[in-house]
């Protein structure tokens, strides 16, 4: 636990990208209107969950009125909500909402992670600023030593487990599943606005994804 802990603070205190630092920081002081008297975070974003984890979710990267403004990943924005009801329902959350980071949530068999750990202009990355922040996910992988279950949230972060993983010659598609190793890769469109709005990506579709992990996991024919 140590090490994660020591990993974490790391983290909080990046500055590797001027970009995204920069654009935390204004986004943190300029807020929005609906948020206008709430103290954003405004920092860089750890992973969040059990720490012995053994299905790991990999996202793209905080929302600048999401996870920027409350300190944890997946936390009071509509994905959030996605994401947290359906591991409710699977029995991965102790709870079906994610409002605040201190509202009282417990991941429960599962960890949220993420490739980038800052807010991104129009939810792009820069390809330099992926490779500034990879390393973080892999030292965070390594030290959740129990994981065996792997839930990639879009393209990106498909590409970004590929890499941490080294798997080559296999495409994203939404609900494939395949084995790597002694892991089980589960493909998921993010469930974003732009997804979740326009029907590209159905509730029993998402529900479905956590059912399917679940099953791996606890072996439930």
Known sequence: MKPLQSLNFNIIKCKKCFRLASYIRKVADEKVKRFNNEKYWGRPLTGFGDFHARLLIIGLAPAAHGGNRTGRMFTGDSSGDWLVKALHENGFASQPTSLRADD????????????????????????????????????????????????????????????????????????????????????????????????????????MIFTKARKFLYDIK
């Open 104 to 207: 009282g949530l417990r991941l429960i068999d599962a960890y949220v992670t993420a490739p980038v750990r800052c807010a991104p202009p129009k939810n792009k990355p820069t390809r330099e600023e992926f490779e500034n922040c990879f390393p973080y996910l892999i030292e965070e992988f390594s030290l959740l030593k129990e994981v065996k279950v792997i839930v990639c949230l879009g393209r990106i972060a498909f590409d970004a487990c590929c890499k941490l993983l080294h798997i080559k010659g296999i495409n994203f598609t939404h609900g494939k599943s395949f084995t790597h190793q002694y892991l089980t890769i589960i493909c998921s469109y993010h469930p974003s606005r732009q997804n979740t709005q326009t029907g590209r990506l159905t509730w029993k579709q998402w529900s």
